[in-house]
């Protein structure tokens, strides 16, 4: 019961931050027969952005939640949409590639339009890095007031910008490195406790992973970032 894990995480003086993964990665609800209508055709779990209904459902299930949350746990004052790997099972990356039928535009003012949902109740909305100054750009109409917490550029060239680039950008960073990803399902490979406590071992938050050769399990390079008010540890 969230309610319960809430309790017990002031107790500890902990703060619950809740992620609500959109547009993409909502294969739990879309997989349904009930919503699949709103899913983007070929994706494994991604809301279809050209349809008005889809953009409506996915709008008005994150504000059930954020006004639940608000409502409900009063040290919550953070809210992660997510907004990562759009278009997931089609192409990674997907937008601005030769298939996609969804524009970096529209990407965009969706994560602007679920920013404001979380605003609006006062709380600071988030995202991870995937599409923030996406394709080598070095600014974005993303707002300046979203916390992007960046987690990988994937490969060495990819279409997902570096974290040099998007703090520039002006964005306040948040170190959320794929290297301290666990899931506990996965017991033999780079999301396993094992692997994950090791690299803990090492963890400095002023270093952002920034892959330059190799991919997500091998890469070890950083771009390191010191910049007190633009870093929070987590």
């Not at 809430?6 to 619950?16: L, P, R, S, T, W």
């Not at 192409?91 to 969706?110: F, K």
């Not at 300046?144 to 990819?158: A, D, E, L, R």
Request: proline share 2%; charged share 20%; hydrophobic share 30%.
């Amino acid at each position: 019961d969230m309610k319960q894990i809430i309790a017990y995480a002031n107790k500890k003086g902990i703060e619950i931050v809740p992620l609500l993964n959109m547009p993409g990665h909502m294969d739990g609800l879309l997989s349904s027969s009930l919503f699949s209508q709103y899913k983007l055709s070929g994706s494994e779990g991604s809301l279809d952005l050209n349809n008005s209904y889809a953009v409506d459902f996915g709008k008005a299930l994150l504000k059930l939640y954020v006004d639940w949350f608000r409502a409900n746990s009063a040290t919550t004052m953070h809210f992660n949409f997510g907004a990562d790997e759009y278009g997931q099972g089609i192409r990674n990356p997907y937008i601005e590639s030769s298939v996609a039928n969804v524009t970096y535009d529209q990407l965009v003012s969706y994560m602007n339009d679920c920013a404001k949902i979380i605003e609006d109740k006062s709380m600071t909305a988030r995202c991870f890095n995937d599409f923030v100054c996406y394709n080598k750009r070095t600014s974005c109409d993303l707002y300046k007031t979203v916390q992007v917490c960046y987690w990988s550029n994937q490969w060495n060239g990819s279409e997902y910008n570096t974290p040099d680039v998007i703090k520039n950008a002006g964005y306040k960073m948040i170190n959320t490195s794929q290297k301290w990803y666990f899931v506990p399902s996965k017991g033999g490979n780079e999301y396993s406790k094992n692997t994950v406590l090791s690299n803990f071992s090492t963890f400095d938050v002023t270093k952002f992973q920034n892959i330059k050769s190799g991919d997500n399990s091998t890469s070890t390079t950083y771009t390191e970032i010191k910049d007190a008010s633009g870093i929070i540890s987590t």
